[in-house]
Nanobody, 126 residues
């Protein structure tokens, strides 16, 4: 399973960014796809995800209402729209795939994901 994240950049607080993860159709139909992030000096943390085949989305409390995950079937991507960005959102963002056997509680942690793409840097200045 190969994944590739893109779309990071620098933005001021309150701004928006859209990250994309290239996810082929067969991968999207057979794996849960998550977005996770790691800030300097901190552990990797879950941000949000979409269940296999698009059976619903789920988010960390810290981003719910600000970030939105969606699937673009035309582009074969899973996108993460980041709105109302805060300096504490600064991190390297990763997309990852987890097998369908994982329960939701596990999918809310990095342990719910088996395959990881390269990260993309998001920097939010105050």
């Amino acid at each position: 399973v190969q994944l590739q994240a893109s779309g990071g950049g620098s933005v001021q607080a309150g701004g928006s960014l859209r990250l994309s993860c290239a996810v082929p159709g067969h991968t999207f139909r057979n794996y849960n796809i998550g977005w996770l992030r790691q800030a300097p000096g901190k552990e990797r943390e879950f941000v949000g995800g979409i269940r296999w085949g698009g059976r619903g989305t789920y988010y960390a409390n810290s981003v719910r209402g600000r970030f939105t995950i969606s699937r673009d079937n035309a582009k074969n991507t899973v996108d993460l729209l980041l709105n109302s960005l805060k300096p504490e959102d600064t991190a390297v963002y990763y997309c990852a795939a987890g097998t369908t056997s994982k329960v939701l509680s596990t999918l809310l942690t990095p342990g719910g994901y088996d395959y990881w793409g390269q990260g993309t840097q998001v920097t939010v200045s105050s």
